[in-house]
């Protein structure tokens, strides 16, 4: 099975900063990653797909970058509706697994 | 508009069963792969089984495997989860997924006695 790992675990960042998290996977993945964000009580919501490839109607804000192994999801000028939790999932190969998550708080 | 529609959730005791349930619409069902998601409270995302267009192909996280089984009727467009042999473990919300760019609401399954 392919481990996905993200960091930081958590993350506490100011209004109007840049974040940055990462997703690594066990194996070469090559670009089948996708990035999800989740509010409490809410079903994920697709941000990009294909490592890099925004999702209709998402703010170009997000971006997605990488491809094999490492892949990053940056966050430009946070905005309070952008504090969520965040993961990464690959389905490159069965099992799909997800990462465990990064939960993005205001600080 | 794509509508994923979960039912079937509910309280069950530890080696009971569950059917679940998903309806869907807005889209053609039968040209699409699609997949169940759950979460434990307070935990993250687990991918759980999916199932190719014309249900010939079908995918478990090994956790499952045995226990629960993937279906779907083209003709009604729906998805299922026969959940088999329950255990604490399984207690989650289940989301139906399409594609990963469409999701349900999710039904809350807990195994309790």
Redesign the interface.
């Known amino acids: 099975?392919i481990q996905m790992t993200q960091s930081p675990s958590s993350l506490s960042a100011f209004v109007g900063d840049r974040v940055t998290i990462t997703c690594r996977a066990s194996q070469g993945i090559s670009n089948y990653l996708?990035w999800?964000q989740?509010k409490p009580g809410r079903?994920?919501?697709?941000l990009i797909?294909g490592a890099s490839s925004l999702?209709s109607g998402v703010p170009s804000k997000f971006s997605g970058s990488g491809s094999g192994t490492d892949f990053t999801l940056t966050i430009s000028s946070l905005q309070p509706e952008d504090f969520a939790t965040y993961?990464c999932?690959q389905?490159y190969s069965?099992?799909?697994?997800?990462?465990?998550?990064t939960r993005l708080e205001i600080k | 508009e794509v509508q994923l529609v979960e039912s079937g959730g509910g309280l069950v005791q530890p080696g009971g069963s569950l059917r679940l349930s998903c309806a869907a619409s807005g889209f053609t069902f039968s040209s699409h792969w699609m997949?169940w998601v759950r979460q434990a409270p307070g935990k993250?995302?687990?991918?759980v089984a999916?199932i190719k267009e014309d249900g010939s192909e079908k995918?478990?996280?090994?956790s499952v495997k045995g226990r629960f089984t993937v279906s779907r009727d083209n003709a009604k467009n729906s998805l299922y989860l026969q959940m088999n042999s329950l255990r604490g473990e399984d207690t989650a919300v289940y989301?139906c997924v399409r594609s990963?760019?469409y999701?349900?609401?999710?039904t809350l399954v807990t195994v309790s006695s």
Request: aromatic share 26%; charged share 15%; hydrophobic share 25%.
């Open positions: 099975d996708i999800f989740q079903a994920p919501k697709p797909s999702e993961y999932q389905y069965h099992p799909i697994t997800f990462g465990q998550g | 997949t993250g995302l687990e991918w999916n995918y478990y996280v090994d989301y990963y760019s999701w349900g609401q999710g």
